[in-house]
């Protein structure tokens, strides 16, 4: 009964740490297909955050950012993409994204970062 309830425990433990970890599928840069996931897009080509530019573009590098919208980065290696939540005194926006520091997080990114803003 005991390994039962020990079971039982580390599986409600495991499963609350997926939940915001790395998605089942998807690749070790995981911020693209986190997003495609929470606006549920099918297609699996959306796993990294390039892909997201060819979606509709609601505003561009420089502009105010579109609460609500994907804001797609630019970084070295690589991009990233999560959901714009807000907007920061300085006027970056506020952004929930997967594989942030390894995890689903919210974090302030810089307005310079931002190639664009768009929406599914």
Request: hydrophobic content about 45%; charged content about 20%.
């Amino acid at each position: 009964m005991r390994r039962l309830l020990y079971a039982c425990v580390f599986i409600v433990i495991a499963s609350a740490a997926h939940a915001e970890g790395r998605p089942r599928g998807c690749p070790a840069l995981w911020c693209g297909c986190w997003a495609r996931l929470q606006a549920g897009i099918k297609d699996a080509s959306f796993n990294l955050a390039k892909h997201w530019l060819v979606l509709r573009h609601v505003a561009e590098r420089g502009d105010a950012p579109v609460i609500g919208s994907w804001a797609v980065m630019g970084r070295r290696g690589g991009g990233h993409v999560g959901k714009v939540i807000g907007v920061d005194a300085n006027g970056n926006p506020i952004v929930k994204s997967g594989n942030h520091n390894r995890r689903v997080g919210v974090g302030v990114y810089p307005r310079s970062r931002i190639i664009a803003y768009v929406e599914p």
